[in-house]
Antibody, heavy 120, light 107 residues
Framework: EVQLVQSGAEVKKPGATVKISCKVSGYTFIDYYMHWVQQAPGKGLEWMGLVDPEDGETIYVEKFQGRVTITADTSTDTTYMELSDLRSEDTAVYYC?????????????WGQGTLVTVSS | DIQMTQSPSSVSASVGDRVTITCRASQGIISWLAWYQQKPGKAPNLLIYAASSLQSGVPSRFRGSGSGTDFTLTISSLQPEDFATYYCQQTYGFPITFGQGTRLEIK
C-alpha cells in the first residue's frame, strides 16, 4: 500500500525557516517525482515545486523561487520541503503529492498535510 | 503561466441532482487536465485524469469531458458524500496550476 506520511504541525515566527518531511512507503521511491502543494486557510491549491528523487533535480514555481528548497533522501525514502523567510501569508497546509505515473503531473497519492502557522 | 478558471465558484444542489462544473484554460492544454475532490480537513482525491479517464475506485457517476481549453466535470445523481470542493488542474506544463475551486453545497 502506497503511503505518504508527513511530519507534524509547526508554529514559526516571521523570518524563520520551516522544514517539513514526507516519508513514503509501498513503492520504489526513485521511480516517481515528488511534488509539494500549498493550501492557505480557506483557499485553493497552489503548486510549489517538485524533486526527482533519483538525481535531486528540482523545479520550483517562480512565486517561491529563492525561498523554497525541496530535497530527497534516498536512504530513508523521505522528501523534504524547506521554506525560509516565513511570512504570515505562508500560513497554510502543505501537502506532498505523488504523480500517478513517473512523468505524469496528476496526483493519485497525497500526504495527510502539515499545517504551518506563522505568527509573532 | 496557464490560468485555470472554474465556474461556478459555488453551487447548491440536492441529492439526486445532476451537476456540471466548468474549467477553462487560458491556452490549449490538449487533454492534460485532472479533477479532484476535496473534503474539509482532507487531502484532495483524484477523480479524473487525462480529461475523461476515471481514476480507479471512483464511482461512475463522475464524468469528465473536453479538450483544448474547455472542460467539464459532471456528477450525475448526486450522493450525500459528493458535497465537497472540486478543483481542476492542468498537467500540460510547468508551473502546474489549479482552478480556484468550486464548492458544491447541499440545497
Amino acid at each position: 500500500e502506497v503511503q505518504l506520511v508527513q511530519s507534524g504541525a509547526e508554529v514559526k515566527k516571521p523570518g524563520a525557516t520551516v522544514k517539513i518531511s514526507c516519508k513514503v512507503s509501498g513503492y520504489t521511491f526513485i521511480d516517481y517525482y515528488m511534488h509539494w502543494v500549498q493550501q492557505a486557510p480557506g483557499k485553493g491549491l497552489e503548486w510549489m515545486g517538485l524533486v526527482d528523487p533519483e538525481d535531486g533535480e528540482t523545479i520550483y514555481v517562480e512565486k517561491f523561487q529563492g525561498r523554497v528548497t525541496i530535497t530527497a533522501d534516498t536512504s530513508t525514502d523521505t522528501t523534504y520541503m524547506e521554506l525560509s523567510d516565513l511570512r504570515s501569508e505562508d500560513t497554510a497546509v502543505y501537502y506532498c503529492a505523488r504523480p500517478s505515473s513517473s512523468h505524469n503531473r496528476d496526483f493519485d497519492y497525497w500526504g495527510q498535510g502539515t499545517l504551518v502557522t506563522v505568527s509573532s | 503561466d496557464i490560468q485555470m478558471t472554474q465556474s461556478p465558484s459555488s453551487v447548491s444542489a440536492s441529492v439526486g441532482d445532476r451537476v456540471t462544473i466548468t474549467c477553462r484554460a487560458s491556452q490549449g492544454i490538449i487533454s492534460w487536465l485532472a479533477w479532484y475532490q476535496q473534503k474539509p480537513g482532507k487531502a484532495p482525491n483524484l477523480l479524473i485524469y487525462a480529461a475523461s479517464s476515471l481514476q480507479s475506485g471512483v464511482p461512475s457517476r463522475f464524468r469528465g469531458s473536453g479538450s483544448g481549453t474547455d472542460f467539464t466535470l459532471t456528477i450525475s445523481s448526486l450522493q450525500p458524500e459528493d458535497f465537497a470542493t472540486y478543483y481542476c488542474q492542468q498537467t500540460y506544463g510547468f508551473p502546474i496550476t489549479f482552478g480556484q475551486g468550486t464548492r458544491l453545497e447541499i440545497k
